[in-house]
């Protein structure tokens, strides 16, 4: 499997060095050259798979021989090893439960593939590699989970301090053993520019093999587009038009569902559903893309000013003159505020029995006001974390806040974080220690 950077088509790696070395020189994203399309009988047959198999398909698709085909197979059994339920509704509304995973949010799936990926990659390597990552709430407990006393592995999560859920921060700071949480006092934008210049750092990287987790890693991407398909398959009326719904903060979630496409999955429409950190919506209607500083918001995962996987949406879309035409084609734009999230959790509730976190309720709201339009179509929103996650506005919600065991646990660890300025020298020096 070949990729390339989308800052110079030319700079093409392979799987392993855009695994494990995740930001391109140019400073671009790494994606891959040819995104085959799955032949019409997978489709035909994609009743018969489990979840498991689906994604092994799918990923075969992509990766080719150039990982064993038993070696594949066993990572993704691993790795895929929760269900994602589509529950409907109603006739025209579904919601794609992604959050059955330990840590509960769909950054599990990505974090436990690309940490069976790296680990496979890494199995005969003497050096030990440090993983950062910077976490705008779900991401860093997932790949923590994921890394977990995995041997020749230590990581290294920077997450925004005040603006993760408590329940969030302890799914961060309880781990200890290879696991290390760094409290920065500022916005996620600033632990996402601390990784990054860490990574460009040449000093460091004589020192230490770095590797980040981020959802720029592709490792990340690939096993997001299984459950699209799974989604699918789940849908009995494969006739009418299927649009999902994807809450989004960083993008790397919608970019999966773009490939699945590209693999021939037919998804009608996606829907870019956001916060009031608004710039790809507002991209989606000037055609301008403006990056702005975070706003904190209840759906703090989607708190990102400044999506890092916008550049790979714009590559497959070209990248060029007609790019702004073609992704208005297939993405639609929508956001809400805090005060309509909490209503739609309530309405959600009331009309359906259902309860939905702050981020699928967003999802949700897009669901309603795209099918005023399109009233025959099929809308599926993901729901991208488990409610119970969100004390905070969840407390306030019909039925109050429901913590599930795998939850719970998690609140009686003990935090351990170090604290550190948003300034790379603090940053740096601490790393160095
Ligand atoms: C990370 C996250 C999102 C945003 O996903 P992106 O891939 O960054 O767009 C949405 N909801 C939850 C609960 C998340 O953890």
Excluded at 282 to 308: H, K
Aim: negative net charge; hydrophobic residues 40%.
């Amino acid at each position: 499997m070949k990729l390339y950077s989308t800052n110079d088509k030319t700079n093409v790696v392979d799987l392993k060095e855009a695994v494990l070395n995740a930001f391109p020189k140019d400073q671009g994203l790494y994606m891959p050259v040819v995104i085959p399309r799955l032949p019409d009988s997978f489709f035909e047959h994609i009743n018969q798979f489990d979840f498991a198999e689906l994604g092994f398909h799918v990923a075969q698709n992509m990766i080719g021989s150039y990982i064993p085909e038993a070696a594949l197979y066993q990572l993704i059994q691993r790795s895929i090893n929760f269900p994602a339920p589509l529950i409907k509704l109603s006739e025209h509304i579904f919601t794609l439960e992604l959050w059955h995973g330990p840590t509960m949010a769909f950054k599990d799936f990505g974090a436990r593939f690309m940490a069976e990926l790296m680990s496979y990659f890494l199995r005969n390597e003497d050096r030990e590699t440090t993983i950062l990552v910077a976490t705008s709430g779900d991401t860093g407990g997932a790949v923590a989970a994921g890394f977990y006393k995995v041997p020749g592995i230590k990581v290294i999560i920077l997450y925004p301090s005040g603006k993760v859920s408590t329940l969030q921060e302890k799914q961060l700071t309880t781990w200890g053993e290879n696991i290390s949480a760094v409290e920065v006092d500022g916005v996620f934008d600033d632990c996402q520019a601390l990784v990054k210049a860490a990574f460009i750092d040449e000093d460091l990287k004589s020192k230490y093999n770095f590797s980040s987790a981020n959802s720029i890693n592709i490792a990340r991407l690939l096993p997001q587009s299984f459950y699209y398909f799974e989604g699918y398959k789940q849908i009995a009326d494969k006739q009418r038009p299927i649009v999902y719904s994807v809450p989004s903060g960083n993008f790397g979630n919608l970019t999966a569902g773009l490939l699945s496409v590209e693999m021939g999955l037919p998804v009608h429409k996606f829907i870019a559903a956001t916060n009031e950190n608004k710039t790809v919506p507002n991209y989606l209607e000037t055609g301008n893309y403006e990056a702005r500083p975070s706003v904190p918001t209840i759906s703090n995962a989607m708190d990102v000013g400044n999506p890092s996987n916008f550049p790979r949406m714009k590559a497959l879309f070209g990248n060029d003159s007609s790019t702004w035409n073609l992704i208005n084609k297939k993405v639609l734009g929508d956001y809400y505020s805090d005060k309509q999230t909490l209503q739609a959790i309530k309405d959600i509730k009331l009309s359906y029995d259902y309860t939905a976190d702050p981020h699928g309720a967003i999802g949700y709201l897009a669901c309603k006001k795209y099918l005023k339009e399109f009233p025959d179509h099929q809308t599926i929103f993901l729901e991208t974390a488990h409610p119970g996650k969100f004390n905070k506005p969840m407390e306030k919600a019909p039925g109050g806040l429901n913590q599930p065991e795998k939850l719970r646990a998690f609140m009686s660890g003990n935090k351990i974080s170090i604290p550190c300025s948003n300034s790379y020298e603090d940053f740096k020096a601490l790393l160095i220690d």
